[in-house]
């Protein structure tokens, strides 16, 4: 089962709808700043896009600030066994990433302009991470309840150590986020998410 209070449901898609808007206009200038140092850093694209699985398994355009070299996608395979996680692709220290991007990662600065999937209604400022289709396709029957609910900027595997979750874990904590889904419990984990993000603590 998934939440299905629609009025609950209703009040937090507004409140993505106000927090997205309100996020691109305050951060438009630093957007810049970061989109000029992306640019003049590396060869490539400032935005890098890449396809999603959303509600229900909807493919959607995910928008990252490119924080990887622009060949990276090519170089993925040679790296596939170096990957820390099962069936989520990472690995710490990742050769790909451009010395600009590495610091974006840090601060989960490059996903800035998902406040505009957010607003689009791709996903939701709270809620299980969108996952690749590939990483789909290798999902045990029960982790593929997290497609029932929007995908979020973060959750409650940000709050238990972002990048040092095993994928294990990262799946049980959306299912616990699923089974306990509430407006305060999505205030709670933003207000708990902004610290650990500023502090870049728990990522690679």
Not at 173 to 198: C, E, F, G, H, R
Request: proline letters at 6%.
């Amino acid at each position: 089962a998934t939440p299905h209070d629609e009025i609950r449901l209703m009040l937090k898609r507004l409140t993505d709808i106000i927090v997205a808007a309100a996020g691109l206009v305050i951060l438009a200038p630093f957007m810049l700043i970061v989109a000029l140092l992306v640019k003049l850093t590396s060869p490539g694209p400032v935005i890098f896009r890449q396809k999603r699985c959303g509600l229900n398994g909807r493919i959607f355009v995910l928008y990252k600030f490119r924080s990887m070299y622009a060949d990276a996608e090519r170089l993925r395979p040679a790296l596939e066994h170096l990957s820390e996680r099962k069936t989520a692709f990472k690995i710490r220290n990742d050769p790909r990433l451009t010395p600009i991007g590495r610091f974006l990662r840090k601060f989960s600065i490059d996903e800035w302009p998902q406040l505009w999937n957010v607003l689009k209604g791709d996903m939701s400022l709270v809620g299980p991470r969108p996952a690749v289709p590939a990483e789909v396709e290798r999902y045990e029957r029960w982790q593929r309840r997290r497609l029932r609910m929007r995908p979020g900027l973060t959750c409650l595997w940000t709050l238990a150590g972002r990048d040092h979750v095993d994928f294990e874990t990262w799946m049980k904590l959306d299912m616990q986020y699923i089974d306990n889904w509430s407006l305060a419990l999505d205030w709670k984990i933003l207000l708990k998410t902004i610290p650990m993000v500023l502090t870049g603590k728990g990522a690679h």
